[in-house]
């Protein structure tokens, strides 16, 4: 079993979303907590990145923010949490969450959060790390996503053993669990060590 001590966490900063969502994200700030595991995380106070960080502070556990330096303002910076990094650029940012993390996990989102999933997803198919990947699919969301993906394996352009690279859960607790489990599949390599008269 992997201990996880602290995990990414990839999420929409909107404050336009359903209650049940920012519901999500703090049902995993909670879960989180209550095992002891920290976050990393963008560093905003809105949204469901605002949800989870404010969740996670009320039981008195790690949560650290990495912004970049446009966004470091009142309006859009965590001001309360263990700790924010000022960074310069979204890619020193995702660089520095991904250093700091056990485990990625990313919450519904919109363009930056599904980035920087397929970001560190490909990472993983490509041996660059070897970490678990999760979606907490909350209210179903991730399910198109899902099947899109889904649609790429049984089209060719997704080998079977990088589809198991994905773990789903709607559920806090069981993805959590299924994290803390994995074990990186057999065959991964073959993506860049292949024959070259193939």
């Known amino acids: ?13 909107s404050d336009h979303v359903a209650p049940d969502y920012l519901g999500a994200a703090t049902a995993l700030g909670q879960a989180l907590a209550a095992r002891k595991i920290g976050v990393v995380f963008g560093g905003g106070r809105t949204g469901m990145m605002g949800a989870l960080a404010d969740a996670m502070l009320a039981a008195d556990a790690e949560v650290v923010g990495i912004i970049p330096k ?3 303002t009142p309006a859009l910076a965590h001001l309360g949490l263990t700790e924010l990094r000022v960074v310069e650029t979204m890619h020193e940012r995702k660089a520095a969450m991904a250093s700091l993390a ?48 889904e649609h790429a394996r049984g089209e060719g352009f997704i080998y079977d053993e990088h589809r198991s690279l994905l773990i789903s859960e709607s559920n806090p607790d069981a993805l959590l669990a299924r994290l803390a489990l994995y074990h990186p599949p057999e065959g991964l390599k073959r993506w860049v060590e292949r024959d070259e008269q193939h």
């Open 1 to 13: 079993m992997n201990k996880l001590k602290r995990v990414c966490v990839y999420c929409g900063s």
């Open 70 to 72: 446009r966004f470091d």
């Open 102 to 149: 056990d485990a990625f996990i990313a919450l519904p989102g919109g363009f930056g959060t599904f980035e920087e999933l397929f970001e560190i997803l490909t990472w993983a198919q490509l041996g660059i790390h070897s970490r678990p990947v999760g979606v907490l699919n909350a209210k179903g969301y991730f399910n198109l996503l899902l099947s899109l993906i």
